[in-house]
């Protein structure tokens, strides 16, 4: 079935540790995000991809980083955990960046720092 | 600044039907996305809107208003599985999505 895979589905890790969220699609879009949802907050960019090999910067990219080496996999890591970085984070993806094209949206990473 | 806002809960009966409202100040405007999130899962695409009026898909419908930054969400004959949160998105200038926090809809019985 066609979509977007996350893993792990859910993570504690203890604070300053490195961790890496894995998103992978095989709808070859070409555009990809990362949102992290926390309560009573929308949905927060914190980076993109719109092509392969290119990556920008979202509404708070500090503390992550992303690469993308290919059209399928945007790897999402955080370099030093701290406990402000515990929520759920979602990948998504596009077909067209630039665009108003829908967004896909993979089925998220609870991720629990203390 | 930008500002996406939207009731935090609204409480509705089966059978009924349920008005959710998003109001918006952005930088620009390449339309207005619905999106539905059941509890622990991934936001789904329910509409797209650019231009003003009322676009209909079943039992879903969804209104523009560009000169009031206003949109809505109509659910009609609600059923007990459209208990979920529903998130209003506004595409900006750049084509980047700014989010309200969603609007928790409880369906009671």
């Known amino acids: 079935i066609a979509g977007i895979t996350q893993a792990p589905t859910s993570q504690i890790l203890a604070a300053g540790r490195r961790m890496t969220l894995r998103c992978t699609q095989d709808?070859?879009?070409?555009?990809m995000y990362w949102y992290r949802q926390d309560l009573g907050l929308g949905l927060r960019l914190i980076h993109y991809s719109n092509t392969a090999g290119t990556t920008g910067k979202g509404e708070v990219p500090d503390g992550y980083s992303v690469s993308r080496a290919n059209t399928d996999d945007f790897p999402l890591t955080l370099a030093s955990a701290v406990p402000s970085q515990t929520s759920v984070y979602f990948c998504?993806?596009?077909?067209?960046?630039?665009?108003?094209?829908?967004?896909?949206f993979g089925p998220g990473t609870r991720l629990t720092v203390l | 600044g930008q500002n996406i806002d939207q009731p935090t809960e609204m409480t509705a009966t089966e059978g009924a039907i349920v008005q959710i409202n998003c109001t918006y100040q952005t930088s620009g405007f390449n339309g207005l996305f619905w999106y539905q999130q059941h509890a622990g899962e991934a936001p789904t695409f329910l509409s797209y809107?650019?231009l003003d009026g009322l676009e209909e898909k079943g039992r879903f419908s969804s209104f523009l208003s560009r000169s009031k930054g206003y949109s809505y969400l109509l659910l009609k004959e609600l059923q007990m599985k459209d208990s979920a949160s529903y998130l209003c998105a506004v595409m900006d200038s750049n084509y980047q999505l700014i989010w309200g926090a969603g609007t928790k809809l409880i369906i009671k019985p």
């Open positions: 709808m070859r879009h070409n555009a």
């Open positions: 998504a993806s596009s077909p067209r960046s630039g665009s108003t094209d829908t967004q896909y």
């Open positions: 809107n650019v």
